[in-house]
């Protein structure tokens, strides 16, 4: 089992719908988690933190987390073409070691 | 202020030769990190470093790889003798000393080729 899946997509949204990206994780200890931003042959942009259960917002950004079930998502809402890019679950198990997905590959179609 | 930068952006060795990947990182961030992308892959952790000391390791794949951070700035990374299996982009991150939790900015990366 990895420890960090995402479904690699490509996931195809039309212009203004919401994008909705999964991530699980397998280490219940894992204490912070991110959601990175990768266009391609860029650097991986952080867009994304949170550390506790529950919702966190951020312009159209929306996190959530549920530590029992080891499980993080990504909601963009109002999606633009420019969000088209890799959207990379990174989880931090304590330390420095943050431990990251395969990325999501998100088109949003105009 | 600037971003961390990698040198080069590209290399393209053939295998049994040594290549030399250079991270510049945010002045006055002590924690620098390695990471590296083969393709198809997840970027994956190679080490760890505050300021000058090695924190962790654990991720570097053999000893054909070698870290260093002389004087706790800048970083480099050795691969000596270069294998076709290490071709991929090596990212560079780095984030200030402090919470446990703290983001770290990455590189634009270095995108080896090994032929």
């Known amino acids: 089992q990895k420890e960090v899946e995402q479904n690699s997509g490509p996931l195809s949204v039309p212009e203004g719908a919401i994008a909705s990206l999964n991530c699980t994780y397998s280490?219940?200890?894992?204490?912070?988690f991110f959601w990175y931003r990768q266009y391609s042959g860029k650097s991986p942009e952080l867009i994304m933190s949170?550390?506790?259960?529950g919702d966190k917002e951020d312009g159209r950004f929306t996190a959530q987390l549920n530590k029992a079930s080891q499980y993080v998502s990504l909601l963009i809402r109002d999606s633009q073409p420019s969000d088209s890019a890799t959207y990379l679950c990174?989880?931090?198990?304590?330390?420095?070691?943050?431990?990251f997905g395969a990325g999501t590959r998100l088109f949003v179609k105009a | 202020e600037a971003g961390v930068t990698q040198f080069p952006s590209h290399s393209v060795i053939e295998k049994g030769q040594t290549v030399t990947l250079r991270c510049d990182p945010i002045?006055?961030?002590?924690?620098l990190y390695w990471y590296r992308r083969v393709m198809g892959k997840e970027i994956k952790f190679l080490l760890h470093?505050?300021?000058?000391?090695?924190?962790?390791e654990s991720g570097m794949p053999n000893n054909r790889f070698l870290a260093e951070r002389t004087g706790g700035t800048y970083s480099t990374l050795k691969v000596q003798p270069a294998e076709l299996e290490d071709s991929g982009v090596y990212f560079c991150?780095?984030?200030?000393?402090?919470?446990?939790?703290?983001?770290?900015?990455f590189g634009q990366g270095t995108r080896l080729t090994v032929v």
């Open positions: 990174a989880v931090n198990t304590g330390g420095f070691k943050t431990i």
């Open positions: 280490d219940r200890g894992s204490q912070s």
């Open positions: 949170i550390y506790s259960n």
């Open positions: 991150a780095s984030s200030p000393l402090g919470a446990l939790n703290t983001e770290a900015f």
């Open positions: 470093f505050v300021k000058e000391s090695k924190q962790d």
């Open positions: 002045s006055g961030h002590d924690n």
